[in-house]
């Protein structure tokens, strides 16, 4: 962070001096900008654990006690799609601000997967399934644009900024199969489904772009940006919203597979430490209250990509 804030305000004193330098021979203007995006993730890092499962992709024997293969998942919620709209002020020929809001929804990731897993307390019932996330979320991005100058219709920029969640959520989608093996057949037992609700806490980002515009009027220009931008978000609160068992809604019911309905089940505080005093069965197991949130150490996810934007920009 250190090393992204100075950065920017090298960006700042470089653009306040040529500003200065220079005469305000282009009038001061209002424009706006209409683009989407996709990026490509970059700075992948190992995924949090999923409700107690590690981000790992396990196969299992025929026994289903026998682990036979291991790979941990990797990635970062940087790749998606993203859309949004800017507003931007020139002061001078060269210097202007933006401000833009945008919604971004990131490509399904691969967190979990298990394949074969016996299931604890049981002697022929078998298990295969996965957990998938995905992020939506809009944000603010205030920056600081340079322009490079004016030739045959095209004029390039380069930009930094910052980037400001304002809304958003990880939703991780646990879709699982339970099977009983007999010497003669295979039958489905059940199938369940879960949607886990991860909300963040506050944070900031980075994003350095350099992009051009190209008039088709007097008021009217097409432009292109390549965007890098990079930061992390750790969770705050997360929910179970919801859990089916063979479609049927079983969220505040016991079922064969998800014994335990409780208020603790369902809702679970990110904290950065446990003590004897959280509420958590690993360090107060004596003084546990299942009618409160459990208490689970703070996750990180990445949201780190470079993309390419196209989009409209008119000009007042």
Same mark, same amino acid.
């Given at each position: 962070m *250190? *090393? ?9 004193c ?20 209409l683009g ?7 700075a992948a890092?190992?995924f949090?654990?999923?409700?107690g499962?590690?981000?790992? /992709?396990? $196969?299992?024997?025929?026994?289903g006690?026998? #682990? ?12 998606g799609f993203r859309? &949004?709209?800017t507003a ?6 060269? #210097?202007?601000v933006?401000?833009?809001i945008?919604y971004?929804?990131s ?10 897993r016996?299931?604890?307390?049981t002697t ?8 998938? &996330? *995905?992020i939506?979320?809009?944000d603010?991005?205030?920056?600081l644009?340079?322009?490079? &100058? ?8 380069t930009?930094?900024?910052?980037i400001?969640?304002?809304h ?7 879709? !699982? ?5 007999t010497?003669?057949a295979? /039958? ?5 489904y879960a949607?886990d609700? $991860?909300?963040?806490n ?10 051009s515009?190209?008039?088709?009027? *007097?008021k009217i220009?097409?432009?292109a =940006? ?5 930061f992390?978000?750790?969770?705050d609160?997360?929910?179970t919203t919801?859990?089916t =068992?063979n479609? $049927?809604d ?12 409780? @208020?603790?089940a369902?809702?679970?505080? @990110?904290?950065?430490k ?5 509420n958590?069965r690993?360090t107060n197991p /004596?003084?546990?209250?299942n009618t409160k949130?459990?208490?689970d150490?703070?996750?990180y996810?990445?949201?780190?990509? $470079?993309?390419?934007?196209f989009g #409209? !920009?008119?000009?007042?």
């Amino acid at each position: 962070m *250190k *090393k992204h804030l100075f950065l920017i305000g090298l960006m700042i004193c470089s653009m306040a001096t040529m500003a200065q330098s220079e005469g305000t021979d282009k009038p001061e203007s209002w424009y706006f900008k209409l683009g989407g995006s996709y990026f490509i993730q970059t700075a992948a890092t190992e995924f949090p654990i999923v409700n107690g499962q590690a981000p790992n /992709t396990d $196969v299992y024997a025929a026994n289903g006690t026998t #682990l036979i293969s291991r790979e941990t998942n990797h990635g970062s919620f940087g790749e998606g799609f993203r859309s &949004g709209l800017t507003a931007g002020y020139r002061i001078s020929t060269r #210097l202007g601000v933006e401000m833009g809001i945008n919604y971004y929804s990131s490509a399904d990731k691969l967190m979990v997967e298990t394949t074969n897993r016996l299931v604890p307390g049981t002697t022929n019932v078998f298990v295969t399934g996965d957990a998938v &996330g *995905k992020i939506r979320a809009w944000d603010l991005s205030p920056s600081l644009v340079l322009f490079l &100058g004016e030739s045959k219709g095209f004029e390039p920029y380069t930009k930094v900024g910052v980037i400001v969640p304002i809304h958003g959520d990880l939703t991780i989608e646990t879709n !699982r199969e339970y099977y009983a093996v007999t010497p003669t057949a295979t /039958t489905v037992v059940a199938k369940t489904y879960a949607e886990d609700v $991860v909300k963040p806490n506050p944070t900031l980002g980075f994003m350095a772009a350099i992009g051009s515009s190209y008039k088709l009027g *007097k008021k009217i220009a097409l432009f292109a =940006e390549i965007e890098y931008r990079n930061f992390t978000v750790h969770g705050d609160t997360k929910e179970t919203t919801v859990f089916t =068992e063979n479609g $049927v809604d079983k969220l505040h019911t016991a079922s064969t597979f998800r014994p335990d309905p409780s @208020y603790s089940a369902i809702h679970t505080n @990110y904290v950065d430490k446990l003590t004897t005093k959280s509420n958590t069965r690993v360090t107060n197991p /004596t003084g546990f209250d299942n009618t409160k949130a459990t208490d689970d150490i703070s996750s990180y996810v990445g949201i780190s990509g $470079v993309g390419l934007t196209f989009g #409209l !920009r008119y000009s007042l």
